[in-house]
Nanobody, 119 residues
């Protein structure tokens, strides 16, 4: 079993910054791609950013130039640096990982962390 635990959410004013972290824990696993999704009230969950184990990144158009995803493979941790936040960035942010667990590919979700941007 692999667990993903997010942290770093909170309340921030528009134009501010937050840094989210997601730590993966468990045994006998390796992370392939890992990333962040978000879900605002009444909306579908959408992918925000993703990074492969080779370091290739991709971003949703709405966050390009403002958000940066990075990962520390030694710590099994992925980060999302969010700058120039806007009220429309308000959502629950979820960590998601493609993981090889016991040699079998699986996909895991974290519990989510709330990000609220006030205008």
């Amino acid at each position: 079993q692999v667990q993903l635990v997010e942290s770093g959410g909170g309340l921030v004013q528009a134009g501010g910054s937050l840094r989210l972290s997601c730590v993966a824990s468990g045994s006998s696993f390796s992370i392939n791609a890992i990333g962040w999704y978000r879900q605002a009230p009444g909306k579908q969950r959408e992918r925000v950013a993703r990074i492969t184990n080779g370091g290739t990144t991709n971003y949703a158009y709405s966050v390009k130039g403002r958000f940066t995803i990075s990962r520390d493979n030694a710590k099994n941790t992925v980060y999302l640096q969010m700058n120039s936040l806007k009220p429309e960035d308000t959502a629950v942010y979820y960590c998601n990982a493609d993981v090889y667990y016991g040699g079998i590919p699986n996909n895991y979700w974290g519990q989510g962390t709330q990000v609220t941007v006030s205008s």
